[in-house]
Antibody, heavy 117, light 109 residues
């Protein structure tokens, strides 16, 4: 069974940093591209970033480019999102999601990030 | 990277059919046959319902179907059931980025 478990969310002040982690199990992690998708309270889904299986290809949404960094450790079956210079508008539930080439097929339960003073 | 356009809400009675539209551009929906649809119940993670425009994952009822014409994709739910009440999001892969629709709230009357 595919499992994606996010951690690392919490309350952070504007301008601060946070690192999210996603522990993957139930599939061959090193064979799949992975994504981060976020959802602000009461709002829709917003794609944040994606990383290919070997980290060769990395993409970001314009809204986070230059502030967020996606990475992975295939030996640890883990996905990460380093978030710097956080803003109030980054407040959201952040989902780790597996990519099946042309679509996202599995999602974690999400971790809440709140940016507030 | 502008969000795809979906109606904010749709509704239907049990047993009826509803269709949710998703309009993008030739750079995303119109340029690739990579439209997917997700169902999200309150407080839950999204669930894949349709991928590659019209394919259904194992376990998704055949009441759910997808199609595309030009820059607009559609999700049709036939034989509406109470448990179909949820938010629905379309999504398009567009090469170097992914874009979601704003979401549609489906109410089963």
């Amino acid at each position: 069974e595919v499992q994606l478990v996010e951690s690392g969310g919490g309350l952070v002040k504007p301008g601060g940093s946070l690192r999210l982690s996603c522990a993957a199990s139930g599939f061959t992690f090193s064979s799949y591209s992975m994504n981060w998708v976020r959802q602000a309270p009461g709002k829709g889904l917003e794609w944040v970033s994606s990383i290919s299986s070997s980290s060769s290809y990395i993409y970001y949404a314009d809204s986070v480019k230059g502030r967020f960094t996606i990475s992975r450790d295939n030996a640890k079956n883990s996905l990460y999102l380093q978030m710097n210079s956080l803003r109030a508008e980054d407040t959201a539930v952040y989902y780790c999601a597996r990519e099946a080439v042309t679509y996202i097929d599995y999602w974690g339960q999400g971790t809440l990030v709140t940016v507030s003073s | 990277q502008s969000a795809l356009t979906q109606p904010r809400s749709v509704s239907g009675s049990p047993g009826q059919s509803v269709t949710i539209s998703c309009t993008g551009t030739s750079s995303d929906v119109g340029g690739y046959n990579y439209v997917s649809w997700y169902q999200q119940h309150p407080g839950k993670a999204p669930k894949l319902m349709i991928y590659d425009v019209s394919k259904r994952p194992s376990g998704v009822p055949d009441r759910f179907s997808g199609s595309k014409s030009g820059n607009t994709a559609s999700l049709t739910i036939s034989g509406l059931q109470a448990e179909d009440e949820a938010d629905y999001y379309c999504c398009s892969y567009a090469g170097s980025y992914v874009v979601f629709g704003g979401g549609t709230k489906l109410t089963v009357l």
